[in-house]
């Protein structure tokens, strides 16, 4: 084996980034002008918690999610006040989606020679009035929380049918169509001495909502004593 090619000899591309390193280090410890090549900071905190389905805290977790989910999107465009790059960004973003197609109605596809979608007379490039947009929308002109629909292939009718099917079967009742018959619908006139006040009916629409609740957690708790007891 030659001489230097061993596995225990020095690389010199190692050994002279290492004798930079060590003049930058000196030079940040004698010069107090001196400035580091790379800089790590502490950004903000980040409290991250785990969710557990069926948990009181559930729906808490679940509601601040919702909530943040659906402020402006172009809130973190606030903070460009002092950076020019990213403020300049921003604006030649805004200038571009003004004048991009955000739909298949949208007038902007006139620039390109295509007539949208329900056109109308009037419609001019430019003056789509769509969310998209809008500085606040960024060019996402959707829904913020994406509908039960798109992600589990049902309709809002759909679960609520299956809510309807999981109740009765926990009750032990038959799944028949109601008669659409069975009330009768008419406006009632203001001041009309057989309809409570407000106040009473919706004390009475929260109390009803308790009852039912509270006897989907006792089913719930029995099935699932039920279910424990077979697997055991």
Request: charged share 25%.
């Amino acid at each position: 084996m030659a001489a230097g090619t061993g596995p225990q000899a020095a690389c010199p591309a190692a050994e002279r980034q290492e004798g930079r390193e060590a003049a930058r280090s000196a030079a940040l410890d004698t010069d107090e002008d001196a400035e580091p090549l790379h800089v790590v900071r502490f950004g903000q905190q980040h409290n991250i918690q785990s969710v557990l389905a069926g948990t009181p805290a559930a729906g808490k977790w679940l509601g601040y999610l919702t909530n943040y989910l659906t402020k402006s999107l172009a809130e973190p465009l606030d903070a460009t006040a002092d950076n020019p790059a990213r403020r300049e960004h921003a604006a030649r973003l805004i200038e571009a989606l003004h004048t991009e197609p955000c739909s298949p109605t949208c007038a902007n596809w006139l620039r390109y020679g295509i007539q949208p979608k329900n056109a109308k007379p009037g419609m001019a490039p430019g003056r789509c009035r769509g969310k998209a947009h809008k500085p606040d929308h960024l060019g996402y002109a959707g829904r913020r929380v994406l509908v039960s629909r798109k992600w589990s292939n049902k309709t809002l009718a759909e679960h609520k049918q299956d809510r309807r099917t999981w109740v009765l079967e926990a009750l032990g009742q038959t799944d028949e169509t109601p008669d659409p018959h069975r009330y009768v619908w008419r406006p009632v006139p203001a001041g009309d001495a057989n309809v409570p006040p407000l106040a009473t009916r919706l004390l009475r629409s929260i109390r009803d909502r308790q009852r039912w609740r509270a006897h989907l957690r006792q089913l719930e708790d029995q099935n699932l004593s039920a279910t424990e007891g077979r697997a055991a």
